[in-house]
């Protein structure tokens, strides 16, 4: 338990440096953890006898995450697109393969790992890069912005109501910084409470299993544990310090909570078809890249689309 928390503790210290620091510093942790994920990724795999195009899927991870870094869409699909023809024929046409298996774990493990932290590199970057003339996007500013999917329904009062409490709630401890450095801290503020509720409420009052075959561990008071733990830590996070919507924090909890446990069981799922107990050794009494994000790997994605559907940026 020792290790597992200053292990936490100088975790907690790089995480906050990339992310406040942002620019190079935090697209450089993220192709890092990429490539660890999938060295993991490759060598989970490995043992229950599937080959991965090792080398090239990490040179194809850092050109996906460089292109993600630049906000280049365009040759982000590119990449992708090129990378899964190439890695079709590097192993069903030079290796001489009858096994394509092999070749769709790759193209799998790209996209599995790629694209979420290419959306986590979206969403820090995201209304941080002015145009010539432009100032930067603050938290503050898109504190105010009220636009929601919500307002293209005609749902009466209800509908009304929500854009006017995000409007007059002035709970903000004013804390004024990029908008994609606060939208990064929500998620991972969200992402790690998740785990943590659901941890403790399991294991304290847990008895209805929730996936037995999948993760014996995780029971359902410990997942609706997660679900209000995480609305709280996003109002907390989100409202009280960033001055971010009351409603869309609280319903971004709600989400992230769903999605996050989601990926702990695809990742659970992924360690049981190759026998092993933790991805990797990278994080001492965490386990491996893999066991550590593999929430992260949903709640990116997830967080990046909400944050654009609801009017946030």
Same mark, same amino acid.
């Given at each position: 338990?020792?290790? !597992?928390?200053?292990?936490?503790?100088?975790?907690?210290?790089?995480?906050?440096?990339?992310?406040?620091?942002?620019?190079?510093?935090?697209?450089?942790?993220?192709?890092?953890?990429?490539?660890?994920?999938?060295?993991?990724?490759?060598?989970?795999?490995? !043992?229950?006898?599937?080959?991965?195009?090792?080398?090239?899927?990490?040179?194809?991870?850092?050109?996906?995450?460089?292109?993600?870094?630049?906000?280049? *869409?365009?040759?982000?699909?590119?990449?992708?697109?090129?990378?899964?023809?190439?890695?079709?024929?590097?192993?069903?046409?030079?290796?001489?393969?009858? !096994? +394509?298996? #092999?070749?769709?774990? $790759? =193209?799998?493990?790209?996209?599995?790992?790629?694209?979420?932290?290419?959306?986590?590199?979206?969403? !820090?970057?995201?209304? #941080?890069? +002015?145009?010539?003339?432009?100032?930067?996007? /603050?938290?503050?500013?898109?504190?105010?912005?009220?636009?929601?999917?919500?307002?293209?329904?005609?749902?009466?009062? *209800?509908?009304?109501?929500?854009?006017?409490? #995000?409007?007059?709630?002035?709970? $903000?401890?004013? %804390?004024?910084?990029?908008?994609?450095?606060?939208?990064?801290?929500?998620?991972?503020?969200?992402?790690?409470? $998740?785990?943590?509720?659901?941890?403790?409420?399991?294991?304290?009052?847990?008895?209805?299993?929730?996936? &037995?075959?999948?993760?014996?561990?995780? /029971? %359902?008071?410990?997942?609706?544990?997660?679900?209000?733990? /995480?609305?709280?830590?996003?109002?907390? *996070?989100? /409202?009280?310090?960033?001055?971010? +919507?009351? %409603?869309?924090?609280? *319903?971004?909890?709600?989400?992230?909570?769903?999605?996050?446990?989601?990926?702990?069981?695809?990742?659970? =799922?992924?360690?049981?078809?190759?026998?092993?107990?933790?991805?990797?050794?990278?994080?001492?009494?965490?386990?491996?890249?893999?066991?550590?994000?593999?929430?992260?790997?949903?709640?990116? +994605?997830?967080?990046?689309?909400?944050?654009?559907? &609801?009017?946030?940026?």
């Amino acid at each position: 338990m020792a290790l !597992r928390i200053i292990t936490g503790i100088i975790g907690i210290a790089i995480a906050a440096f990339v992310i406040q620091y942002g620019g190079a510093p935090f697209a450089g942790f993220a192709i890092f953890l990429s490539l660890l994920a999938w060295h993991e990724y490759s060598g989970a795999f490995r !043992r229950a006898g599937v080959i991965t195009t090792y080398i090239f899927g990490a040179l194809a991870l850092i050109l996906l995450l460089c292109c993600a870094w630049l906000g280049n *869409v365009e040759e982000l699909l590119a990449v992708l697109t090129l990378s899964m023809m190439i890695i079709f024929l590097l192993t069903v046409i030079l290796r001489g393969s009858t !096994r +394509p298996n #092999d070749a769709c774990v $790759s =193209v799998a493990g790209i996209m599995y790992i790629g694209l979420p932290f290419a959306h986590l590199i979206f969403l !820090r970057f995201l209304a #941080d890069e +002015p145009q010539p003339g432009e100032a930067v996007t /603050t938290v503050q500013e898109i504190a105010t912005n009220n636009s929601t999917i919500l307002d293209k329904i005609d749902l009466g009062k *209800v509908a009304d109501f929500l854009p006017s409490l #995000d409007l007059h709630l002035n709970l $903000s401890l004013n %804390v004024n910084v990029d908008a994609g450095c606060a939208l990064v801290w929500v998620l991972f503020a969200c992402t790690w409470a $998740s785990d943590t509720f659901a941890y403790f409420v399991g294991s304290a009052i847990g008895s209805h299993k929730l996936a &037995s075959s999948i993760s014996p561990g995780k /029971t %359902v008071e410990g997942f609706l544990g997660s679900i209000v733990g /995480t609305i709280l830590t996003a109002i907390i *996070v989100g /409202t009280f310090i960033f001055g971010l +919507p009351l %409603v869309k924090m609280a *319903v971004a909890g709600f989400i992230l909570a769903i999605v996050a446990t989601l990926g702990d069981l695809v990742e659970s =799922v992924l360690k049981r078809f190759a026998n092993i107990k933790d991805s990797g050794f990278f994080l001492p009494g965490h386990g491996g890249a893999l066991d550590r994000f593999d929430s992260i790997l949903y709640t990116a +994605p997830t967080f990046y689309y909400f944050v654009i559907l &609801s009017g946030i940026a």
